[in-house]
């Protein structure tokens, strides 16, 4: 399984982007069984978890830092989940990474060891 994370940019302050993560490369694969995590890593700081979508149930998870602020949403038929993200702060500057699972999200779609399969990233940088 490929995953292709884009859409990463430079925003201000209050501003917007669409992130997207694409899967392709496997034999059978659907989102329909899987899971989408996001996930991002500042510098000098551990990667966290930031949302996750069960493609099965459709059930979205977000960690309390972008609750209210990112959507998380999925075109199962393009094997593609994408991450809304509005009103930016500078604490949103990362590199965003997608990581895929079978299952449903439940108490451990922030696990990283859970995943096997992970896109390459892209930055988002907010700043004034």
């Known amino acids: 399984v490929q995953l292709q994370a884009s859409g990463g940019g430079s925003v201000q302050p209050g501003g917007s982007l669409r992130l997207a993560c694409a899967a392709s490369?496997?034999?059978?694969?659907?989102?329909?069984?899987?899971?989408i995590s996001w996930f991002r890593q500042s510098p000098g700081k551990e990667r966290e978890g930031v949302a996750c979508?069960?493609?099965?149930?459709?059930?979205?998870t977000y960690a309390d830092s972008v609750k209210g602020r990112f959507t998380i949403s999925s075109d199962n038929a393009k094997n593609t989940v994408y991450l809304h993200m509005n009103n930016l702060n500078i604490e949103d500057t990362a590199v965003y990474y997608c990581?895929?699972?079978?299952?449903?999200?439940?108490?451990?779609?922030?696990?990283?060891?859970?995943?096997?399969?992970w896109g390459q990233g892209t930055q988002v940088t907010v700043s004034s």
């Open positions: 990581a895929t699972d079978r299952g449903t999200c439940g108490e451990s779609w922030w696990w990283m060891p859970r995943f096997d399969y």
């Open positions: 490369g496997a034999s059978g694969f659907s989102l329909d069984y899987q899971i």
């Open positions: 979508l069960s493609g099965s149930d459709g059930v979205m």
